[in-house]
């Protein structure tokens, strides 16, 4: 085989991995951007290496990936951002490859917005072993040649992850997609009619609502209370001539499934521009995130537009 042909070869074995790569470092960075970029490194890593010398090129590309993605953690640059209050998961529309694999429990809630933002509490080492373990299954002693530890730190440091992701989980299970719908039609309802009674008997006693604020604010908005929170919704959700000048026109609302949550989409033409997510627990709403970000919402904007229409739940907000 001639060099180019070897190229070739070898290019189209790492566009093989290429998917399985992006739904790794997206749930290490809890970014497709980054996530993206980390593989593209990965790439340029692959084509400067003697590629004959490899023995299994899925543990090497595994390996090179984790590892840039534990650089990017660990960068003074990611832990200003992270730390000042101005972070949150980039949402990602259901059928994204870069969600990766579904088949479990575990593997579907690892890459909830809920659990990459849980995941914001772990240190990097500890973020690393939980995903390679709950999302990919591999075991302690492929985790440790990963990531250049022993298999006893590898089970201290999912152990310790998982301790603390459970804690703040506990009770949430999967939710019926028809009841969950259901709940996110009658919030819909109640918000646009402004019946802030219906709203707080949708939210449980402890939810919280979080907006990036359209990008616009330097931290990201909290409200911690049902009041509070049904009355920012209320204002939130109420059209105004300033609101559609600020927007660019008239959008309408979709339902949609981000990151395996039940959603609505405020959709301009083929152009999203805001996302509104639901975490359920027992038929009723725990947690409200308001993403309008422009750059938090580049890929799942790009994945609505190849979507196709269907109808809305409100035609003209």
């Known amino acids: 085989m001639d060099s180019t042909a070897t190229d070739r070869f070898d290019t189209s074995r790492f566009e093989a991995s290429r998917n399985r790569l992006a739904s790794l470092a997206y749930r290490l960075l809890g970014s497709a951007a980054d996530a993206e970029d980390a593989v593209q490194d990965a790439f340029l890593h692959w084509q400067a290496a003697d590629r ?43 059928g994204d490859p870069m969600l990766g694999p579904a088949d479990s429990f ?8 809920a659990v990459l933002t849980l995941m914001e509490r772990l240190s990097p080492l500890e973020r690393a072993v939980y995903v390679l373990r709950e999302a990919f299954s591999y075991s302690h002693a492929e985790i440790a040649e990963i990531l250049d530890i022993t298999e006893s730190a590898s089970q201290q440091h999912l152990h ?25 039609e009658e919030f819909l309802a109640a ?31 909290w409200y911690d209370t049902p009041l509070r929170i049904a009355a920012v919704v209320r204002a ?25 949550a039940p959603a ?22 725990t947690t409200v995130r308001g993403i309008a970000a ?19 739940l409100i035609s003209q907000w």
Not at 106 to 113: A, D, F, G, H, K
Not at 163 to 173: D, K, P, Q, S
Not at 269 to 279: C, N, P, R, S
Not at 294 to 312: F, I, K
């Open 52 to 94: 004959q010398r490899i023995k299994v090129p899925e543990a090497w590309l595994t390996k090179v990936v984790t590892n840039l993605c534990l650089d990017r953690l660990r960068s003074a640059r990611a832990r200003r951002e992270r730390t000042a209050g101005a972070w949150l998961p980039e949402p990602l529309l259901d």
């Open 106 to 113: 575990e593997q579907r809630e690892s890459v909830s917005l």
């Open 160 to 184: 310790r992850a998982r301790r603390r992701i459970t804690a703040a989980r506990r009770g949430v299970g999967e939710v019926d997609p028809a009841s969950a719908r259901r709940v996110v």
């Open 191 to 221: 918000a646009s009619s402004g019946r802030t009674e219906r709203l707080v008997a949708l939210l449980t006693d402890d939810a919280t609502a979080i907006s990036d604020g359209a990008g616009l604010a330097e931290k990201l908005l």
């Open 236 to 260: 939130g959700f109420k059209p105004t001539p300033a609101k559609r000048r600020f927007a660019g026109g008239t959008p309408a609302i979709h339902y949609a499934v981000v990151n395996g």
């Open 264 to 285: 609505v989409l405020f959709v301009i033409g083929d152009q999203v521009i805001g996302a509104v997510t639901f975490d359920i627990t027992g038929g009723k709403i």
């Open 294 to 312: 422009p750059t938090r919402l580049v890929r799942l904007a790009e994945a609505w537009r190849r979507h196709g229409p269907d109808t809305p």
